[in-house]
């Protein structure tokens, strides 16, 4: 509530609606003097502020502490105590990938594989030695030298991303054997063939500049990826519970939201202590890492039995076809996220 001055006149200055109250009836909107100080907007945010902070606290501790409980509250309509979820979810969420990907970049560094070979040690290496470092590139079978530098060079020609399968050394080269008929491919094919090209050429031929193009902008659309991913998990959730006339979607779509909050104030944990076992090297916070996870999955088991409040057998079921329907959307957001990102990178 404001503490400027109450307005004499009784019409709402936002809808016109009569106000009886302090109140607007219609709008709710306080009828008070519209004129502000400098000083009234200051102690009005951090009057917000704390209000947010005291809001979201006290709905964290019952989050965290007692499964399903949150969820059981907004259901029945007891609201005005604790944080909105969907407010809370974008705070939560934002926070969560603020911190995520401050620490989290994919660079040709994180992809490096040792593909580059020692001249000097390959000269004085005997044939034995030889053989079996050969052996382990071609197959199994062991080259000679001669055969090795005929490898390497046809290695260097191949660089670059051809995952299709078919290597093209221009979008003229390609458009020709296209027009000559020697290749007849379908819309996909052509889509995906220019795409190939066009990235070879932009990282010139750089096949760990290109991956790490493309796992960066996938990287970044986890977000996007877990917002669809939470209408169709309370989707499922409706599915398995539609017996239960007392739980409608958007009760389920509440308790999803919930759950995805745990997920990341967990994740979080997570992030901290293995980057604590990063900087001191001591197993015990691998551990606790371990248990966290294990925690996902014991909180998610107790949020569905006290919130839908079925038998621990029951539970356990839909618990297990729950994740595995969690598993199948996300693996299918994950490929539909992939051919966009390669579209777009």
């Given at each position: 509530m404001s503490h400027l001055k109450e307005r004499t006149e009784k019409n709402c200055l936002n809808c016109n609606a009569e106000v009886t109250g302090?109140?607007?009836?219609?709008?709710?909107?306080?009828?008070?003097?519209?004129?502000?100080?400098?000083?009234?907007?200051?102690?009005?945010?951090?009057?917000?502020?704390?209000?947010?902070?005291?809001?979201?606290?006290?709905s964290l501790k019952y989050l965290i502490f007692k499964p399903g409980f949150l969820s059981s509250e907004y259901k029945i309509g007891r609201r005005a105590s604790y944080l909105n979820p969907v407010r809370m979810y974008v705070f939560t969420s934002a926070i969560f990938f603020l911190i995520f990907f401050s620490l989290y970049h994919i660079d040709e560094k994180t992809l490096n594989v040792n593909t580059k070979f020692n001249a000097d040690k390959l000269a004085v290496m005997d044939s034995?030695?030889?053989?079996?470092?050969?052996?382990?590139?071609?197959?199994?079978?062991?080259?000679?030298?001669?055969?090795?530098?005929?490898?390497?060079?046809?290695?260097?020609?191949k660089k670059g991303l051809h995952f299709t399968g078919r290597q093209y050394k221009s979008k003229k080269e390609y458009d020709s054997l296209l027009e000559n008929g020697v290749k007849k491919h379908n819309w996909l094919e052509r889509t995906l063939i220019y795409r190939e090209i066009q990235l070879n050429e932009k990282y010139n031929n750089d096949t760990k500049q290109i991956l790490a193009a493309l796992l960066n902008l996938l990287m970044h659309n986890i977000p996007q990826m877990l917002f669809i991913s939470l209408p169709l998990f309370a989707l499922f959730l409706k599915l398995?519970?539609?017996?239960?006339?007392?739980?409608?979607?958007?009760?389920?779509?509440?308790?999803?939201?919930?759950?995805?909050?745990?997920?990341?104030?967990?994740?979080?944990?997570?992030?901290?202590?293995?980057?604590?076992?990063?900087?001191?090297h001591w197993k015990g916070f691998t551990f606790m890492s371990g248990l966290l996870y294990f925690f996902i999955f014991f909180y998610e088991y107790k949020a569905m039995r006290n919130f839908y409040g079925q038998r621990r057998a029951k539970t356990i079921i839909k618990f297990l076809l729950l994740n595995s329907w969690l598993i199948f959307i996300l693996v299918l957001l994950l490929i539909i996220f992939l051919f966009f990102s390669f579209l777009k990178v």
């Open positions: 302090k109140f607007c009836s219609v709008c709710g909107q306080e009828n008070i003097e519209p004129a502000e100080s400098a000083w009234h907007l200051i102690t009005h945010f951090f009057n917000d502020i704390t209000h947010f902070d005291g809001k979201f606290f006290s034995v030695s030889f053989a079996e470092f050969t052996a382990d590139l071609n197959k199994g079978k062991p080259m000679s030298r001669k055969e090795f530098t005929v490898f390497m060079d046809t290695a260097k020609q398995i519970y539609i017996r239960n006339k007392f739980f409608y979607y958007a009760s389920h779509s509440i308790f999803s939201i919930h759950l995805y909050i745990l997920i990341f104030i967990v994740l979080l944990g997570i992030i901290f202590l293995n980057k604590l076992s990063d900087s001191y």
